[in-house]
């Protein structure tokens, strides 16, 4: 059975640092993308940042280029995302997803796996 378990949200004032984490288990194969999405109060669910677990590759949306950086320790199983320069427009519930079709980092339809999420809030 495949579980996602995110942790590592806060609260914190623009322009501070925050590192979320992504526990993965009960995937049959090393080359699955894991994926952080985040949500905020009103709005939809986006995409923010996407690693290749076997070859590390890395992809990010627009929004946070530079800011964050998605990295894993696969002896941990655990995908992190570094997120820097905070501005209030990150604030957000914040899920780990994994499973389902992707390409180039970007995943066609809905992830198959999710975590339970991690809220972020930044204030100004």
């Known amino acids: 059975q495949v579980q996602l378990v995110e942790s590592g949200g806060g609260s914190v004032q623009a322009g501070g640092s925050l590192r979320l984490s992504c526990v993965d288990s009960?995937?049959?194969?090393?080359?699955?993308?894991v994926g952080w999405f985040r949500q905020a109060p009103g709005k939809e669910r986006e995409w923010v940042a996407t690693?290749?677990?076997?070859?590390?590759?890395?992809y990010y949306a627009d929004a946070v280029k530079g800011r964050f950086t998605i990295s894993q320790d696969n002896a941990k199983n655990t995908v992190y995302l570094q997120m820097n320069s905070l501005k209030p427009e990150d604030t957000g519930m914040y899920y780990c997803?994994?499973?389902?079709?992707?390409?180039?980092?970007?995943?066609?339809?809905?992830?198959?796996?999710w975590g339970q999420g991690t809220q972020v809030t930044v204030s100004s």
């Open positions: 997803a994994a499973g389902g079709l992707v390409f180039g980092g970007r995943w066609s339809g809905t992830p198959a796996y």
């Open positions: 009960g995937f049959s194969s090393s080359d699955n993308a």
């Open positions: 690693i290749y677990r076997r070859s590390g590759g890395t």
